[in-house]
């Protein structure tokens, strides 16, 4: 029998670290939560998730050297999936607070939410799906994600999932992907999405 492949989890002092690994354990890896370079170098893939500010979350991932390990494997071809403000941090910058960058590794910029009558947005939300992508195998186009935002990546050219309020509620490029919502909260179609970040990483 072979092993689950190890998802590293990034720990880089915030998150919702807990719900995303037994999201993982669910769907059939074996996720590691771990601020060790050499661990995200020996995993299978990597996840990205936070919950937060933009800026003292960069802060964070700089001082502790993983946003460029991140950024260097992720360029090397390790899959990389960011979630809520673990995928904001995967954008070149951010307006949050003034001027920040981000990682880079996916094109655009993260503005304030328009075309909501509530910010923050919190709750269940329509994605359409505005692009073919690994991110939605089995998943039906106009499926409910779970939000909770303030801020998200305005329009990109790696958005592939789109919602009233997100004009990139999901975005990939190459082995790099991420969602606005929490997948890890939103039911079946949700786990759905960590099982085809999965396998990817098993490709």
Known sequence: MTDPPVIAIVDYGVGNLRSVERALLHVGAEPLITSDPGQLERA????????GAFAPAQKKLSEGGLGREVVELARNGKPVLGVCLGYQLLFEESEEGGRHEGL????????????SEHVPVIGWCRVRQIASSTIWSGIPDGAYFY???????GASESSVGAADHAPAAAACSDRVMGTQFHPEKSGPDGLRVYKNFLGMCLA
């Open 44 to 51: 299978s893939g990597i996840v990205l998730p936070g919950v």
């Open 104 to 115: 880079g590794l996916l094109p655009g910029r993260v503005v304030a939410v328009e075309g």
């Open 147 to 153: 939000f909770v935002h303030s801020y998200g990546p």
